[in-house]
T-cell receptor
Framework: GENVEQHPSTLSVQEGDSAVIKCTYS??????FPWYKQELGKRPQLIID?????GEKKDQRIAVTLNKTAKHFSLHITETQPEDSAVYFC??????????FGKGTKLSVIP | EPEVTQTPSHQVTQMGQEVILRCVPI?????FYWYRQILGQKVEFLVS????????KSEIFDDQFSVERPDGSNFTLKIRSTKLEDSAMYFC???????????FGSGTRLTVV
């Protein structure tokens, strides 16, 4: 089955700096890569997703890149703000019904 | 914005008891899922449901688990004989199509004592 590795597990940045979270996946059939943000005690919320037919997608301060050859995908948050502090999960889906999640990155934005 | 609704928000049960977790997916969504998250760990897939039947399930989803869509709006997860290790947050999710951004419910925190 699919295996998703996520790094780092924790990340602290100063407000206004950029944050990058990286994931790798194992199943070359995976073609859908959503990212979720989970605030403490709350539900995971979809923040951005990318499909295998594109290499990059951007939504305001958030961007995701995908390298299918290397089986890497990354989340980039620019101009970080304290409200960006949360746990971020990458995930991968292969045209099946389930998503496989990474272990999460706890992002702390220091004011 | 449409939401996935889960009840109860918290459930405490004795080991060996049966529990039913309830979910109301978004009305025009066709795919339904249960995931669980043990405290501080990643979100793990349990089961997906489409067209009134299970489409996929993980190794976690053994014979003590079952799902049902009893009335066209609710989607339930039953755990027949709970174990201590079933303690987790259980999230229901739905999507309009397969591999299309899930919407998660707010979760049910299950504590087995």
């Amino acid at each position: 089955g699919e295996n998703v590795e996520q790094h780092p597990s924790t990340l602290s940045v100063q407000e206004g700096d950029s944050a990058v979270i990286k994931c790798t996946y194992s199943d070359s059939a995976s073609n859908y890569f959503p990212w979720y943000k989970q605030e403490l005690g709350k539900r995971p919320q979809l923040i951005i997703d990318i499909r295998s037919n594109v290499g990059e997608k951007k939504d305001q301060r958030i961007a995701v890149t995908l390298n299918k050859t290397a089986k890497h995908f990354s989340l980039h948050i620019t101009e970080t703000q304290p409200e960006d502090s949360a746990v971020y999960f990458c995930s991968a889906g292969a045209g099946s019904y389930q998503l496989t999640f990474g272990k999460g990155t706890k992002l702390s934005v220091i004011p | 914005e449409p939401e996935v609704t889960q009840t109860p928000s918290h459930q405490v049960t004795q080991m060996g008891q049966e529990v039913i977790l309830r979910c109301v997916p978004i009305s025009n969504h066709l795919y339904f899922y249960w995931y669980r998250q043990i405290l501080g760990q990643k979100v793990e897939f349990l089961v997906s449901f489409y067209n009134n039947e299970i489409s996929e399930k993980s190794e976690i989803f053994d014979d003590q688990f079952s799902v049902e869509r009893p009335d066209g709006s609710n989607f339930t997860l039953k755990i027949r004989s709970t174990k201590l290790e079933d303690s987790a947050m259980y999230f229901c999710a739905s999507s309009v199509a397969e591999n299309y951004g899930y919407t998660f419910g707010s979760g049910t925190r299950l504590t087995v004592v």
